[in-house]
């Protein structure tokens, strides 16, 4: 009271002692043991709003230490399904081969922007799920390079999904399955046109070997005038391979396959949808919505298996398991569409995968600059 009478004004003395004793609790509840000497007046300007003072925030993960994060979960639920990387691979080679035999059988009433329309519609769904899942933003830095990578990937698919209506499975897969063949040749174009490395002969004989075996396959097409569709199913390949060098440009730069697969389905389903409008869009039948769903479903799984497998087994296994989509095809189309095997088909398939696995071979080791 003695105070209250000696100041002129009581009262604002009151309500400013009321706050200063809030501004002290605030802070004592905050940091009790590293409260400023100095009283709240003075250490409330050196607190950052909503941060408690003298405790500095936590460190965000670094993009190392979240796909690490990311790679041991692939590794545990891949340990706890019990299946080893190659038995991934043949999984997916499988189901690849199996989407393939219903591309072809929903091309006869469906066009192939519908059908990859559909399909990109459920992988969208697919990846937005799985993204929520292992809490995976979609969000990019990089949208020029998804750009790039989503227009070379869903043409490819594009011009196999036509390809596969017009040819037989095993044959339009064989073509499509040229990419690595045609990565060489990228290879040894870039080291003769600007010199950076010396050209393995063993590569060149690679691509040769590779297209020897095209050759073969397309002679049983040359009497059916099938020239068109396999055209189309070998520059399917040559595309698919700047897709893949695209991939790999988006992994370096830290990017999820969740998100690539995200985006690349969205520039399928509008691909998909302004080439189906011409035409128009047929009607949906039960065996319709059945092919539609298995194409989109198990695409969308084979992807999965395909980027565990690779997450967890050696690249040069997956690579070479990942040919025997080509065996499983070829059975598809023998016993459900009755294709022909010639001789000739058979040794170019053969020979084709063979240059695939030495290509791949040949890329995952450094090319010695010694004089020979």
């Known amino acids: 009271m003695t105070e209250r009478n000696r100041h002129p004004h009581g009262e604002p003395l009151q309500a400013e002692r009321k706050q200063d004793e809030q501004d ?73 081969a199996t989407m393939g035999v219903c591309v072809k059988l929903a091309s006869a009433d469906y066009s192939t922007g519908e059908i990859m329309f559909y399909r990109s ?22 949208p020029v390079n998804h750009f790039w990578r989503s227009v070379t990937g869903v043409v490819s698919m594009y011009m196999w999904f036509y390809s596969v209506g017009g040819l037989p499975v095993a044959t339009a897969m064989t073509l499509n399955y040229m990419s690595s063949v045609w990565m060489a040749v990228f290879m040894i174009g870039g080291a003769l046109l600007f010199g950076t490395s010396k050209v393995d002969k063993r590569m060149v004989v690679s691509v040769l070997l590779g297209f020897v075996g095209v050759a073969l396959v397309l002679q049983p097409t040359m009497a059916e005038n099938q020239w068109w569709y396999g055209l189309i199913g070998l520059l ?67 992807q999965i298996l395909l980027t565990r497998a690779y997450a967890i087994g050696r690249t040069l296994v997956n690579a070479s398991l990942q040919y025997l989509g080509i065996a499983f095809a070829a059975i598809y189309g023998v016993v459900w569409f009755s294709d022909p095997m010639s001789t000739s088909l058979f040794i170019g398939m ?18 010695s600059t010694k004089s020979r």
């Open 236 to 302: 399917s390949g040559m595309i698919s391979a700047t897709a893949y060098l695209q991939v790999g440009a988006l992994a370096r730069a830290g990017e999820p396959v969740t998100r690539i697969v995200f985006y690349f389905s969205i520039a399928g389903m509008v691909l998909g949808f302004i080439t189906a409008l011409p035409a128009g869009l047929h009607p949906l039948t039960f065996k319709g919505v059945f092919l539609h769903l298995t194409v989109g479903v198990l695409a969308g799984f084979a």
């Open 350 to 367: 053969v020979m084709i995968v063979g240059a695939g696995m030495c290509a791949a071979m040949l890329k995952s080791k450094p090319v």
């Open 121 to 142: 519609v459920i992988g969208i769904v697919m990846m937005v799920f799985l993204a929520r899942s292992q809490g995976i933003s979609l969000a990019t830095r990089v």
């Open 24 to 96: 002290a609790a605030s802070a004592s509840s905050n940091a009790p043991s590293n409260a400023s000497p100095g009283g709240p007046r003075n250490a409330a300007p050196n607190v950052a709003p909503n941060v408690p003072p003298n405790i500095p925030p936590k460190a965000p993960f670094t993009t190392s230490r979240t796909q690490r994060a990311r790679q041991h979960w692939h590794v545990a639920k891949t340990r706890a399904s019990g299946l080893s990387a190659p038995w991934l691979m043949v999984i997916a080679t499988l189901m690849f």
